[in-house]
């Protein structure tokens, strides 16, 4: 059965949901995604690129989505994007 990007976009979501909007939020929210990112590379350890891009591309697209609401003068998610890359 195909990993679906849906099911990773969703779980960013959710990191996003829980996050504070204070300053220096960025850095708890940049580790969620990282975590989520793991799966992506378990997958290609076991040789599996497809499910691994799509684990990427439901990360990249929620955070992409969200981005704008964030002061990311450090760069942090966009780091967690570039790991996707």
């Known amino acids: 059965m195909p990993v679906k990007p849906e099911v990773y976009r969703s779980r960013?979501?959710?990191v996003f949901r829980r996050?504070?909007?204070g300053w220096g939020v960025e850095e708890s929210i940049a580790c969620g995604p990282k975590e989520i990112l793991e799966a992506g590379s378990?997958?290609?350890?076991?040789?599996?690129p497809a499910s691994a891009a799509a684990v990427y591309t439901g990360a990249v697209r929620e955070i992409l989505s969200r981005y704008e609401?964030?002061?990311?003068a450090e760069g942090l998610l966009c780091?967690?994007?570039?790991?996707c890359a």
């Open 19 to 21: 996050a504070d909007y």
């Open 42 to 48: 378990g997958f290609l350890s076991q040789e599996d």
């Open 79 to 83: 780091e967690v994007v570039q790991e």
């Open 12 to 14: 960013a979501a959710a």
């Open 69 to 72: 609401e964030f002061q990311d």
